[in-house]
């Protein structure tokens, strides 16, 4: 059993940043960053493996978004620069035995975090 608890969220001016981390107790092994805007899907957001060596992003936040890890703290954080009204969202993060862009595949989520971005 893996438990997620994000922090981060917040309100922010359009061009601002935030930075939303996710503590995990238990194993984890690649982890992800999804978010859902009110009636829409939840979507992918970005991606790391285990080891940290390889990250992937959604079209939408690469160039904006980073996505890194610290396995000795547990931890995965996601940097999100430039920021747009549009990544306004509940964001969760994941875990999952595979580095994926799928959401099927991640096993345990967190109970998100909600971002706001004001025009």
């Known amino acids: 059993q893996v438990q997620l608890v994000e922090s981060g969220g917040g309100l922010v001016q359009a061009g601002g940043s935030l930075r939303l981390s996710c503590a995990a107790s238990?194993?984890?092994?690649?982890m992800g960053w999804f978010r859902q805007a009110p009636g829409k899907e939840r979507e992918f957001v970005a991606g790391i493996n285990w080891s940290g060596s390889s990250t992937f992003y959604a079209d939408s936040v690469k160039g904006r978004f980073t996505i890194s890890r610290d396995n000795a703290k547990n931890t995965v954080s996601l940097q999100m620069n430039s920021l747009k009204p549009e990544d306004t969202a509940v964001y969760y993060c994941?875990?999952?035995?595979?580095?994926?862009?799928?959401?099927?595949?991640?096993?345990?989520w967190g109970q998100g975090t909600q971002v706001t971005v004001s025009s």
């Open positions: 994941a875990t999952s035995t595979i580095a994926t862009t799928r959401r099927d595949f991640y096993d345990y």
């Open positions: 238990g194993s984890s092994y690649a």
